[in-house]
Every structure is written in structure tokens, then in C-alpha cells.
């Protein structure tokens, strides 16, 4: 067991990527130890599954979305709706990332997609760099929370857990993340007196939506396709892929034959690199498991405890400090089949832990030095990564307050799956 993820952490020490410490440890101990004939099935039997097909249509759906106009329409949409209160620009900045989300089920599609023109109308208006940047990662976060989510489709494949479960369980926990960021933006501008937009009258607000209201149909197609039986969650992808086409071709016509192959060789390589990652965790789970690792694990934690609680805070406080250290979606690959178990002995709901481990993930990709979301805003904002990594760390307390809310009190995750499906 230390041998492998000696092995392993040496690996990334010395600033291999994760993948390829995955692959290289794993195929190490076949070789020494038999069975790397077993290597190749391993890995193809870790991709061969119908719900990870969602993940590369997601992925191109939420680009398309970026592309096609929709950014701009979200964004005045936000902005004629929150601009008038204190806080102005953070708030539409919020508001904007919780309706992109049902759009691209991607922290880093937002940040991206979002961050560059909501960095711009926050500095034409006075708001420093580091006010900017950090609201505009930290609003990120919704992302995966919200349905679609791309983390909750791979967590649901690993787990055994129905996506269509994870994805309502993740709307009131982004509604409460968005209220706690909406909260904090108030006290700062309040203390530093940034602008305020004048209110806008009922009928602008009204055109605003009009031009918004088909692209916020798609998180409706997505989820009342799902659970009204017509779609699973894979078709439910490719109909988000198919609607994002005709907004972009055919009603805001902003989507370019040469974009739109640009952007189907862009999922390519995204999907590549998740795929790589996927498969690459398959094989070192099945090292672990021939080691018995899970096992082993779970008898250490419950040496520990054997309260739910104090499980769910300690491998909080496990990922949070692994995060800031080693990217979220592989850690999230590499955690759950060594954690699922233990969650099942404990009694925990796995798509409560689910949500729980998402929101961790997320607040992983905020936190210096490894924060993704962090690398993302700083370049499409011209904002340096060192003024950014210290204006992030105020809004990770609203968030962490909202994450051990979620822990104490469980029926804020599970309110909706228990009574809609």
C-alpha cells in the first residue's frame, strides 16, 4: 500500500503529470507482480460506458454556447436584474455564472467563457483587479453544481449513483453558494463604495429576457428531458449539443462553419485528456483494489470514527488540502474508489457524498497553488496570478460555509431527489 502511493506521490513531486503517474505506477506493479496482459482490458473496460459519453457533449455544448452569442445575452440579462443592487457588477457577475451553469456544466467553461467580459464591464467601472478576478473564479464554482454537471456525470459512473439524482441534488447547493457569494460581494462594496448601476425598468428587464429566454430553455430541456423518461442523461447531452447548434446557426446565426470545426477539434482534445485521466484511473483501481486497498482504508477510518459526520469533515478537510496540490478531477478519479466504500458502512447517501465531494472538488480549483479556475481567469482577465491568489481567499469562507452546511444538514442535498424521483 505505501510502496504504491510512495511511488506514486514521488511521481508527482518530481512534476510528472498526473496521468502518467497513474499509468506508470500501475503498470510498475503489474509487471513486478503478474497480470500486465491485464493492462489494456483494465483500461478500455474503465471508458467502455454508455453515461461518460455525456461528458465530450457537454463539453461541446457548453463551448458552443460560448460562441454562439449567448454570453453576451446571459450577461445584460444579469445585469439589467441584479445591477441596481450594492455590489452592482459582483452581483450580475453571480448571477451570470448561475445561469450560464445550466448551460456548460464546466467551472472552467465559465470561467472561461464569462470571465473575460465580466472582467472588462467590471474594470470600465472602476473595480480593481483583484475584486474582479477572484469574483469571477469563485462564481465559477456553480458550475458543477448545477445541472448539467460534468463532475456529477463522472461521479455518478463511478459510484453507481443516478446522474439524474446527483443533478437535482445540486441545485439548492449552487442556490445557496450563489446567495453566500451574493452575500459577501455586498459587504465589500458596501466598505469600498463601488459603483451602482441605475435599476432598469420592468420593460427592459423584459426585452433583456426575451433575448435570453431560449438559450435559458436549455437547462429545461436538459432536466425535464431527463425526468420525464424521454432522455437519459447521455441523450439529454446530445439534445444540449443539437439546441446549442440551432441557437448559434439558426436564431442568433453568430456560429461560423470554421468556429464550429475549431470547436469539435477543441472537445476532441478536452475529451481526450479526460479519457486519458479515466483510463489511467481504471487501471491504478484495479491495482488497489488487488491490494485491497479499499479495505484497508476503510479499517483505518473507522479505527478513527465511525460517525458519518465526523467522516464527511475529515475527508473535507483531506480534499481541501489535496486540492490546492493536484488537479480536482483526477483526485476525484483516484478518491472515490477508495472512499465509496466507507461511505456505504457509514450509511451515507452516495448522492449526498457526491455533492459533498463536487463542492470540495470545486473549492479545490480556487485554492492557491493549484486552483485551475485561478490559471483560467488570470489569463483571459490580464489580471497577475499572485494578485488574484490572495483576493480569492475571502470568498472561499462563503463557501465553506455553505459546504458544512450541506455536511450538518444532509436535506438540503437530498430535499429534491426524494421528492421528485
Keep these: 500500500m505505501f510502496g504504491i502511493f510512495g511511488g506514486w506521490a514521488a511521481l508527482l513531486a518530481v512534476g510528472m503529470p498526473v496521468a502518467f503517474t497513474l499509468y506508470v ?4 506493479y503489474l509487471l513486478m ?19 461518460l459519453l455525456a461528458v465530450p457533449f457537454f463539453i461541446f455544448s457548453g463551448l458552443l454556447m460560448n460562441s454562439a452569442g449567448i454570453t453576451d445575452k446571459m450577461f445584460k440579462f444579469a445585469r439589467d436584474l441584479t445591477g441596481h443592487f450594492t455590489g452592482s457588477l459582483g452581483h450580475v457577475n453571480v448571477m451570470a455564472s448561475l445561469l450560464f451553469s445550466g448551460m456548460s456544466g464546466s467551472a472552467h467553461a465559465d470561467a472561461g467563457g464569462l470571465g473575460q467580459l465580466e472582467i472588462k464591464a467590471m474594470r470600465d467601472e472602476g473595480y480593481d483587479d483583484g475584486f474582479s478576478g477572484a469574483i469571477t473564479a469563485a462564481s465559477s464554482v456553480i458550475g458543477p453544481l448545477m445541472p448539467p454537471s460534468i463532475p456529477m456525470v463522472i461521479y455518478g459512473v463511478m459510484s453507481g449513483a443516478s446522474v439524474g439524482a446527483l443533478f437535482l441534488a445540486g441545485v439548492v447547493p449552487a ?43 436549455t437547462p429545461v430541456l436538459i432536466i425535464g428531458g431527463i425526468f420525464s423518461g424521454i432522455v437519459t442523461p447521455t441523450e439529454a447531452a446530445v439534445v444540449a449539443s443539437l439546441y446549442a447548434m440551432f441557437l448559434g446557426f439558426f436564431v442568433y446565426r453568430e456560429l461560423s462553419i470554421k468556429r464550429f470545426v475549431e470547436l469539435v477539434h477543441e472537445t476532441i482534445n478536452t475529451s481526450a485528456v479526460i479519457g486519458f485521466l479515466i483510463g489511467g484511473v481504471s487501471l491504478f483501481g484495479y491495482v488497489i483494489i488487488k491490494e485491497d486497498i479499499p479495505l484497508k482504508a476503510a479499517e483505518l477510518f473507522l479505527q478513527v470514527t465511525d460517525s458519518p459526520l465526523i467522516f464527511l469533515l475529515l475527508v473535507s478537510v483531506m480534499l481541501f488540502i489535496l486540492g490546492a496540490f493536484i ?25 449526498h457524498f457526491g455533492v459533498v465531494v463536487v463542492l470540495n472538488m470545486m473549492l479545490g480549483i480556487l485554492t492557491p497553488p493549484m486552483g485551475v479556475s485561478l490559471f483560467v481567469v488570470a489569463k483571459v482577465g490580464n489580471i497577475p496570478y499572485e494578485t488574484l491568489a490572495r483576493s480569492v481567499l475571502i470568498f472561499l469562507v462563503p463557501l465553506i460555509a455553505v459546504l458544512l452546511m450541506i455536511i450538518f444538514f444532509p436535506q438540503l442535498v437530498m430535499f429534491l431527489p426524494n421528492h421528485l424521483l
Design 25 to 28: 505506477v500501475s503498470i510498475i
Design 33 to 51: 507482480n503478474g497480470g500486465i496482459a491485464l493492462a489494456p482490458q483494465k483500461i478500455i473496460a474503465g471508458l467502455n460506458s454508455f453515461p
Design 175 to 217: 442556490l445557496l453558494c450563489a446567495g453566500a457569494l451574493m452575500l459577501m460581494v455586498y459587504a465589500i462594496a458596501k466598505k469600498k463604495g463601488y459603483p451602482v448601476y441605475p435599476r432598469a425598468s420592468f420593460k427592459t428587464i423584459c426585452y433583456s429576457f426575451k433575448d435570453a429566454a431560449l438559450a435559458l430553455l
Design 327 to 351: 488537479e480536482t478531477l483526477a483526485l476525484l478519479l483516484i478518491l472515490i474508489p477508495i472512499l465509496l466504500p466507507i461511505t456505504v458502512q457509514l450509511g451515507i447517501d452516495p448522492v
